[in-house]
């Protein structure tokens, strides 16, 4: 009798702690790009952690780019998509800061990013719609403040640095 109301004690310790577990974080991250290698400075998101509804893991990231890169992202807009950066590339960028997610938080910005992709026609503009418009339009939809000075469109890094100084609640530092 001790040994059936010690498991079931156990059992509901589990059961209660359980969805204290789950959350989901949301991760604001640049890269530097070099032009010598092939790779522009970028920004991106990172999704992880577990759903609190489903208990389902979550490992995504998702930004935002022209489908391929020629002269023509120079005149106007052109194709767009949305891409996944490898772990291994994930893990050579600065992660700016970090919020958690609740799981009706979660599923609206899924939903942008779908939106995103899904757009008829030529989306990616370098100056009005970059992956910068893309990340910033995650942010605000989070609640944090957003704005897009025209001399960083095309500086991820100190972007989201300047995102980080008009959000001091983040308790985030600003990336060297």
Known sequence: ????????????????????????????????????????????????GTLEETGRVV???????????????????????????????????????????SDAQYIKVIKLVRSWQEAPGRFYDLENRNCIHFVGEIARLVGLRVDYPQDMLRRPKKWLNHITAMNPELGARVID
């Open 1 to 48: 009798m001790l040994r059936l109301f010690s498991r079931l004690l156990l059992l509901l310790a589990f059961v209660w702690s359980g969805p204290a577990f789950a959350e989901v974080r949301l991760h604001f991250h640049s890269f530097n790009g070099s032009v010598m290698w092939g790779r522009y400075p970028h920004t991106f998101i990172v999704l992880e």
């Open 59 to 101: 490992n995504e990231n998702y930004g935002f780019s022209a489908r391929s890169v020629t002269p023509a992202i120079l005149s106007g807009p052109v194709e767009h998509m949305i891409l996944a950066e490898s772990e291994k590339n994930v893990r050579k960028t600065n992660r700016h800061f970090s919020i958690t997610l």
